[in-house]
C-alpha cells in the first residue's frame, strides 16, 4: 500500500521475488499526495488504504511509502497485528553508512532535516559524511510519469549533491523507479560506480520471512494482481505503465481479467 504509484517498486520486488505470489496492490488516489497533509490524517488514509487490502486477506502487509511509515505504522501494527504482520519502509541509511561515505539522502522536503532522517543518521551514520538533498517535485514528476518535470527535478537535486558522493539513499519509494536517471545525473566521469540504495528488495525479502516463505523465483509466474484504488477495484493507473516495475506488474493484472469475446 501507498498513497500512489510508490509502490510499484516494492511490489515488483515481491513479484521476482516470487512470480507465483498474488498480490493486492492498494493506493490512495482520491487523497493523494499524503506528503503535505498532518500526522494524523496521513495516519487516517493510511488506515484506509490498509483496511481495503486487509478485506481480501492478505499474508503480509508492505507499507510501500516512507511518510506513511513514519506517521502511521504504529496505528496500523495496533489495529492490524498480530493477525496480519505489518512491514514498514526504512531508508536504506544503515547499509549506504556501511560503505564508508560521502553518503547522500535523497528525500522529500518534508522527510529531508525531519526528527526521523536525523535519528536514524545518528543510529546509523554516525561517523560519516551524510547530505540530505531534499527534491522538491520529484515524487509528483514520478507519480505522474511527467518525463520532462523529472528530468528538471533530478537535475535540480544532482546540482545540491556534492560531486564526491559514493552512495545515494533513495528515501522515497517513488525514487527508486527512476533510479537510472538519478544515476546518470550523478555519476562522475573516470569516479567509481555510484552506489545507489533503495529500500524495496529488502522489505519484499523481509515480508517473505515474517510469513515464512522462502525465495523462488523460478516458480512459475502464477500470480495474479488486484488493484485496489481507494479501495475500489480498479486497474494500474496508466503513468505505472511508464515503469518496468509497472510493466512487470501489469502482466500479471491483464492477465486476471475475464477473455471477452
Request: negative net charge.
Amino acid at each position: 500500500m501507498d498513497s500512489g504509484t510508490g509502490l510499484l517498486a516494492a511490489a515488483a520486488a515481491v513479484r521476482r521475488l516470487r512470480p507465483d505470489a498474488d498480490l493486492v496492490i492498494s493506493s490512495d488516489p482520491d487523497g493523494m499526495p499524503w506528503g503535505p497533509r498532518p500526522p494524523h490524517d496521513i495516519a487516517a488514509h493510511a488506515l484506509a488504504a490498509a483496511r481495503a487490502a486487509a478485506a481480501h486477506r492478505p499474508d503480509a502487509l508492505i507499507v510501500a511509502c516512507n511518510t506513511a511509515s513514519v506517521h502511521a505504522l504504529p496505528a496500523l501494527r495496533a489495529e492490524l497485528e498480530p493477525a496480519l504482520p505489518v512491514i514498514g519502509t526504512v531508508p536504506a541509511i544503515k547499509p549506504a553508512a556501511a560503505t564508508g561515505g560521502p553518503v547522500a539522502i535523497w528525500a522529500t522536503p518534508a522527510t529531508t532535516g525531519s526528527p526521523y532522517q536525523r535519528d536514524l543518521i545518528e543510529q546509523f551514520a554516525s561517523g560519516v559524511e551524510v547530505t540530505g538533498v531534499p527534491c522538491p517535485g520529484l515524487a509528483d514528476a514520478v507519480e505522474t510519469a511527467d518525463e520532462a518535470a523529472i528530468d528538471a527535478a533530478v537535475a535540480a537535486a544532482a546540482a545540491n549533491t556534492p560531486r564526491d558522493v559514493r552512495t545515494v539513499v533513495l528515501g522515497c519509494t517513488h525514487y527508486e523507479l527512476v533510479a537510472e536517471r538519478i544515476r546518470a545525473a550523478l555519476q562522475q566521469p573516470g569516479a567509481p560506480a555510484l552506489v545507489l540504495l533503495g529500500s524495496a528488495e529488502a522489505v519484499a525479502a523481509q515480508a517473505l520471512r515474517r510469513i515464512g516463505a522462502d525465495p523462488a523465483p523460478s516458480a512459475a509466474p502464477t500470480g495474479t494482481v488486484t488493484v485496489l484504488l481507494s479501495g475500489r477495484p480498479g486497474q494500474l493507473p496508466e503513468a505505472a505503465l511508464a515503469y518496468d516495475e509497472g510493466r512487470l506488474l501489469s502482466g500479471a493484472a491483464e492477465a486476471r481479467e475475464p477473455v471477452r469475446h
